[in-house]
């Protein structure tokens, strides 16, 4: 992976399930809204309350409407936190469910395995995949600055004009 020989690698996307590919040389670039945001291992946890590697059982408990995926009824992204902080993973809650307070809780979550279940084998990011491409041939080029205004102002980005104005992302 371009990561693991030592490329910064940079991802633009909203995608939650993005969220476990983040680590010390992966980021997100978050490009809505009024700013764009750099996201790394420590915003990942601020956002959800869990580190990357465990987004797929935390995805796998509370659901994820934007690929319509249903959660465990009652379990939202705080209480999956809770339990995987507390258990450290789907199969240490799987093995000490009796342990899990409150029995509503416990009961939902036993009701709901085989749906727990399903949803991290979807939620689960393939990494055993051959990529046919070099990843090198990937990488950001130098912008052109001039190139590119005159582009947005032949088609009408008016909005990525301004945005030319703004420091380039892939530099941090």
């Known amino acids: 992976s371009a990561a693991g020989e030592g490329a910064e690698v ?18 997100l670039i978050s490009p809505t ?9 420590e ?4 956002r959800t309350g869990v580190p990357p590697d465990q ?8 659901g994820d409407s934007s690929d319509n995926i249903p959660g465990v009824p009652g379990i939202g992204p705080k209480t999956a936190a809770r ?11 799987w093995e000490r469910l009796a342990e899990v307070e409150p029995e509503r809780i416990r009961a939902r979550l036993a009701e709901s395995r085989a749906l727990v279940e399903r949803n991290r084998s979807m939620m689960r990011l393939r990494d ?9 041939s990937c ?15 032949e088609w009408g980005f008016h909005s990525l004009l301004k945005d030319l104005q703004e420091p380039d992302l892939f530099d941090r």
């Open 10 to 27: 940079r991802i633009a996307s909203n995608d939650k399930d993005l969220y476990a590919l983040v680590g010390p040389r992966v980021r």
């Open 33 to 41: 809204g009024a700013h764009v945001e750099l996201i790394g291992p």
């Open 43 to 46: 915003e990942v946890r601020c």
């Open 55 to 62: 987004i797929p059982d935390w995805l796998a408990l509370t």
């Open 83 to 93: 339990l995987l902080g507390q258990f450290g993973s789907l199969e240490a809650l």
């Open 128 to 136: 055993d995949l051959p990529v046919p491409v070099d990843w090198r």
């Open 139 to 153: 990488g950001c080029r130098p912008l052109n600055p001039s190139f590119l205004r005159r582009f947005y102002q």
